[in-house]
């Protein structure tokens, strides 16, 4: 194992996780959307001014010249979007404030991310509740569109939902049951509500850092847990400072595409509503390519070397530390009728 450790700390990217790193970031993205790709003088053109974590990559860009060029043809080069890669706007919360002050047009953003505008869509993130992408889908389908209604009454457009893989627990220690954690540093997320929630449950202490952070904590062992899924792993690199990972997982990494209206409201109703057609459109595709691509890095990261962790014999006390999460979240993160019929929909649909 630490033969194995030292190669991976000098290793660069495995040619597997340079094929699936893009995928890995239109999922991030939750739907597609076209970056800029030049110059369109047109006239009452628009530019939409999109920020993404998403770091920019010369296959990505090209990936992503196909929507722009299908919007193009849609409103007769009267849009087109300009992308701030890597987080360039800042994170996530800085992101947020800029949209409503007018600074950054649009966003791609985790359900952290999104609950800075609307934080209930945390319900779609809530442990110990959806296990199945079955589950995934019902909840986005019954839950969804009244999410929708209430990011649309804060101000923003939501052009689709997402999600980008199973999240597991990467350690460089094993972890099988939830008291290991105590023992560790764990990463919880700056604009972290729920993973926090899970920690004090446990009686352990998380340490806050920004995502941009984690790579570096990892490498300086200022953190030794991180919650992440396989694709983000692989593509962010993180693998190469980390041992183990948990089998199973809890959730799945859900996130979105939010326009301000004030920049919606620039548009005709035509050419606003082929933003929305378009991303409508490819959403299932990207949602297929992720959720297959999450599942072929989780393979490779074990044929790397980091070692997959049974935890189903310690099942019953991840439910239980689960529950009271949730039971912490009711009424503080999300409304308990709302959590409530969450967990319905996701009983109905296993």
Not at 181 to 197: E, Q, Y
Not at 255 to 272: H, I, P, Y
Request: glycine share 8%; hydrophobic share 40%.
């Amino acid at each position: 194992m630490h033969t194995g450790r030292q190669e991976r700390g000098r290793s660069r990217v495995p040619s597997m996780f340079r094929r699936s790193l893009p995928v890995f970031l239109l999922a991030l993205l939750a739907v597609a959307t076209p970056p800029d790709v030049g110059a369109q003088s047109t006239t009452q053109a628009h530019t939409m001014r999109m920020a993404s974590l998403v770091p920019r990559n010369p296959l990505m860009v090209r990936l992503m010249a196909r929507w722009n060029q299908q919007l193009g043809e849609a409103t007769e080069n009267r849009l087109r979007v300009r992308m701030y890669w890597g987080g360039s706007m800042g994170d996530e919360r800085t992101v947020v404030r800029k949209m409503r002050i007018g600074d950054v047009d649009a966003a791609s953003m985790t359900s952290a991310g999104l609950s800075l505008i609307y934080r209930p869509v945390l319900a779609l993130q809530a442990p110990g509740i959806i296990s199945t992408y079955r589950q995934v889908d019902a909840v986005r389908e019954q839950i969804g569109p009244e999410l929708k209604t209430a990011i649309e009454a804060e101000g923003f457009g939501l052009l689709g939902f997402g999600d980008s893989g199973r999240i597991r627990l990467f350690s460089t220690q094993p972890v099988r049951r939830p008291r290991d954690l105590r023992s560790m540093r764990p990463w919880v997320p700056r604009t972290d509500a729920i993973f926090g929630h899970f920690l004090s449950v446990v009686g352990a202490t998380g340490i806050p850092l920004s995502i941009g952070e984690v790579f570096g904590g990892l490498r300086t062992r200022m953190i030794d847990v991180a919650p992440g899924t396989a694709i983000a792993v692989a593509g962010l690199q993180w693998f190469t400072s980390v041992d183990y990972c948990t089998e199973q997982s809890d959730g799945f990494l859900v996130g979105g595409m939010v326009v301000r209206e004030g920049f919606l409201d620039q548009l005709t109703a035509e050419d606003r509503q082929a933003l929305f057609d378009i991303s409508a459109q490819n959403h299932q595709r990207t949602l297929r390519s992720a959720r297959l691509a999450d599942e072929r890095a989780f393979a490779a990261l074990q044929r790397h070397g980091i070692t997959a962790i049974d935890i189903s014999e310690h099942e019953d006390e991840w439910s239980e530390v689960a529950r009271q999460t949730r039971q912490r979240m009711s009424g503080r993160v999300v409304p308990p009728a709302l959590l409530q019929r969450v967990e319905r929909v996701a009983a109905a649909a296993l």
